[in-house]
């Protein structure tokens, strides 16, 4: 349980330190969250997105080492999104060729194109990404990538908070690695059940 606050701090840590815009930089606006192959969250901040918009899209035998996935679309979210502003990145664990963790992060970025405050509509909000790899095998979408980033007027800032949070997740996804390497999966996911299991007693 410490290992993974202590993952998920470091994977907030790096975003905070690398990301371009202040809504992330210094306002802070922002959350990771570590997930079992259940689905199920296993760290204690105060919120996050979810997992299984992602696996419904992108079931767990079709991932890949190196694989990044993308969402902001609230309405395919399973409620794991706000509004279209929270920009959402997952990044698959691996151990011996098997999916069995995610590290996820999401957040509130400058811009995504769309009206003010005064939209009437949902269209009008900005661009709105159903789950997509942004990478695929380590390979990014060039081409996803240019569209999010032509549909905001601080198109850098978009894209520097979208490097940051790639490479934070994937850094906290090898250290997931790493704990299951350490230990074994048996018995990292024997802790997974009773962090739940605490967690319920203790609601």
């Not at 081409?143 to 905001?152: K, P």
């Not at 007027?153 to 908070?161: E, K, Q």
């Amino acid at each position: 349980e410490g290992t993974l606050a202590a993952i998920e701090a470091e994977v907030e840590e790096a975003i905070g330190r690398t990301a371009r815009s202040p809504m992330i930089r210094d306002q802070h606006d922002y959350r990771a969250g570590i997930h079992d192959r259940r689905l199920r969250k296993l760290t204690g901040r105060s919120y996050s997105a979810l997992v299984h918009p992602v696996v419904r899209d992108f079931p767990l035998h079709t991932m890949r080492q190196g694989d990044i996935l993308f969402h902001n679309d609230v309405y395919t979210s399973e409620g794991g999104i706000g509004h279209m502003p929270d920009l959402c990145v997952t990044v698959p664990v691996f151990s011996d060729g098997e999916v069995v963790a995610f590290v996820q992060a999401f957040g509130h970025h400058d811009d995504i194109g769309g009206m003010p405050s005064n939209a009437t509509s949902v269209f009008q909000e900005g661009l709105m990404v159903p789950p997509i790899k942004l990478y695929d095998g380590g390979v990014p979408n060039e081409a996803a990538i240019r569209i999010i980033t032509r549909n905001s007027r601080l198109p850098d800032h978009i894209a520097g908070d979208l490097d940051a949070e790639c490479a934070a997740t994937s850094m906290g996804a090898r250290r997931v690695e790493e704990l299951f390497k350490r230990y074994g999966r048996e018995t990292v996911e024997e802790c997974f059940d009773a962090i739940i299991a605490n967690t319920s007693e203790t609601f």
